[in-house]
């Protein structure tokens, strides 16, 4: 069973950066399509950024694009979102999350069997 842990969040003024990780355990990442979601407080999870295992193509949504970068260095057990210019509404819970499914169709919630416990990440004015 696959299990994820986040680390990293954390409260930063707009503008300012953070990295987030997601360690696996139970399993590597071998084989797995990778992803990030967040929710802020009222509102709906959303996708944020995706990565395939194959070829690693990254996919975001458009309002992190240029900002987010999402990417899994060591292709085993380890997956980041490097998050820089950061702004106040990107302030919510980041979750890691996994499938056992190299898809491209990767945005949507229930695709995903996995999910981290989740990040809070607070921008400030």
């Known amino acids: 069973q696959l299990q994820l842990v986040e680390d990293g969040g954390g409260l930063v003024q707009a503008g300012g950066s953070l990295r987030l990780s997601c360690t696996a355990s139970g399993r590597t990442f071998i084989y797995f399509g990778l992803g990030w979601f967040r929710q802020a407080p009222g509102k709906e999870r959303e996708f944020v950024a995706a990565i395939r295992w194959s070829g690693g193509s990254t996919y975001y949504a458009d309002s992190v694009k240029g900002r987010f970068t999402i990417s899994r260095p060591n292709a085993n057990n380890t997956l980041y979102l490097q998050m820089n210019t950061l702004k106040p509404e990107d302030t919510a819970v980041y979750y890691c999350?996994?499938?056992?499914?190299?898809?491209?169709?990767?945005?949507?919630?229930?695709?995903?069997?996995?999910w981290g416990q989740g990040a809070q990440v607070t921008v400030s004015s």
């Open positions: 999350v996994a499938v056992d499914l190299d898809t491209d169709y990767n945005r949507i919630v229930p695709l995903y069997d996995y």
